[in-house]
């Protein structure tokens, strides 16, 4: 067990470029979440996998923003013309969809820095 | 999380207990949880508490359950400097709408002084 990993931990990117961020969950966790914390808050869902579906999406996910998980392992979230109100902790979490306690395990995080 | 209130801050000095405390609204809420974050880190899972219990207890830490008033505590005993951080809480629920998507609060800064 690696735990989760996501990469890169770091992307400074200008306003109007396109980022891209993976996650690595932990290898047998069939559930995936993304999350958006911003300074001085609490981490926010934005979505979630269940294997390869992608099973809700919040109203914060604008169109701008796309996640995938095309193989019910990795996943990546992207970031079309990024705006500097996107700067932020991008989190990956991870559970075993047990029906049970669906503990999440986080990952690093990515810290997104918009200029 | 707006559903999930947090004090912001809590100062304790280095070998007493702390107790941070957290307020929840939804009340299907089956499991809450407790976090800690470091600075630059991503969220540790400290412990979690099913609904049907008042009480855990795991080393150092107790985490107390009141359903009625929806209040959630975590005592950290003799309280030791590498506990300094961010802890937050968090609830999850066994809806359709809210299975998986974790509320958080906003967090509740810990300082450890000597």
């Known amino acids: 067990d690696t735990g989760v990993s996501q990469d890169p931990r770091h992307k400074i990117t200008k306003r109007g470029q396109n980022v891209t961020f993976r996650c690595d969950p932990i290898s047998e966790h069939n559930r995936l979440y993304w999350y958006r914390q911003t300074l001085g808050q609490g981490p926010e869902f934005l979505t979630y996998f269940q294997n390869e579906a992608q099973l809700e999406k919040s109203r914060l996910l604008s169109d701008r923003f796309s996640a995938e998980r095309p193989k019910g392992s990795f996943s990546t979230l992207e970031i079309q013309r990024t705006e500097q109100g996107d700067s932020a902790m991008y989190l990956c979490a991870s559970s075993l969809g047990t029906g049970g306690t669906e503990t999440q395990y986080f990952g690093p995080g990515t810290r997104l820095l918009v200029l | 999380g707006e559903d999930v209130e947090q004090s912001l801050f809590l100062s304790v000095r280095e070998g007493d207990s702390s107790v941070i405390n957290c307020t929840y609204t939804?009340?299907?809420?089956?499991?809450l949880y407790w976090y800690k974050q470091e600075p630059g880190a991503g969220l540790q899972l400290l412990t979690y508490i099913f609904s049907n219990m008042d009480m855990k207890q795991d080393q150092r830490l107790t985490v107390l359950l009141n359903k009625k008033d929806k209040h959630l505590s975590l005592r950290i005993a003799d309280t030791q400097t590498g506990d300094s951080a961010i802890y937050f809480c968090?609830?999850?629920?066994?809806?359709?709408?809210?299975?998986?998507?974790?509320?958080f609060g906003a967090g509740t800064q810990v300082v450890v002084t000597p």
């Open positions: 968090a609830e999850s629920g066994r809806t359709t709408d809210s299975w998986g998507k974790f509320q």
């Open positions: 939804d009340s299907s809420s089956t499991y």
